[in-house]
């Protein structure tokens, strides 16, 4: 059975600064998916990551992805307050018509 | 452009008793799927509805089914509530990998 692992689960950072979210997964998939979900909110898609080595960037964050690691990154550049929110990766495509979501990591851009 | 429509936003039910949820995709989008996100949790797939027939299934239970028309649109339905099927239940549209979600319904069952 699929297993998304994100870490950290929680990440508290200072405007202005830089910083990484790690998704992990257990077994091979086509597509890697980010999404942004603000409190009581559904979620906004960010990125989708469908091949070895691409790499995707919208303002601040960029992400990226490593099929062999079966890793994917979202980089935060110079943090900003509003990009706080719960970030989500999620991971499908294949036979597998599903999407299997990570936990979510809470980020909060402290002035 | 309208995206995904979930209605209605909130409920509230009491144990026992049953709930629709419905969703209307994006335009030019033939596939459902329904997710229940708990409470700081990641959304759980409960299904997937594509040519008005269940393609794909999650780990839920029989008290959850669905349904999909001719205009695509789909209907979530749960008998029996339990207090632990409240949560956000969103529903995705997708054309291809693309995937777009609603607002979702927030269902509290007391």
């Known amino acids: 059975e699929l297993k998304v692992e994100q870490n950290p689960l929680f990440l508290s950072m200072q405007e202005g600064k830089n910083y990484t979210i790690y998704c992990n997964y257990s077994t091979t998939s086509d597509r890697l998916y980010w999404y942004r979900q603000d409190p009581g909110k559904s979620l906004e898609s960010l990125f989708v990551?469908?091949?070895?080595?691409a790499v995707k960037q919208e303002g601040r964050l960029m992400a990226s992805l490593d099929t062999k690691a079966r890793l994917s990154t979202l980089h935060i550049t110079a943090a900003v307050h509003d990009l706080s929110a719960t970030y989500f990766c999620?991971?499908?495509?294949?036979?597998?018509?599903?999407?299997?979501f990570g936990k979510g990591t809470l980020l909060t851009v402290n002035p | 452009d309208a995206g995904v429509t979930q209605s209605p936003t909130h409920l509230i039910k009491t144990r026992g008793q049953q709930v629709t949820l419905r969703c209307s995709p994006k335009s030019g989008h033939d596939t459902v799927s329904w997710y229940q996100q708990a409470l700081g949790q990641g959304p759980q797939f409960i299904f997937q509805y594509y040519e008005e027939e269940e393609r794909q299934r999650g780990n839920f239970p029989d008290r959850f089914s669905g349904h999909q028309f001719p205009n695509y649109s789909s209907e979530l339905n749960v008998n029996a509530l339990l207090l632990g099927d409240s949560a956000l239940y969103l529903c995705?549209?997708?054309f291809g990998y693309g995937y777009t979600f609603g607002s979702g319904t927030r269902l509290t069952v007391v």
């Open positions: 990551l469908l091949s070895n080595g």
């Open positions: 999620a991971v499908g495509g294949g036979s597998n018509y599903k999407l299997t």
């Open positions: 995705a549209s997708s």
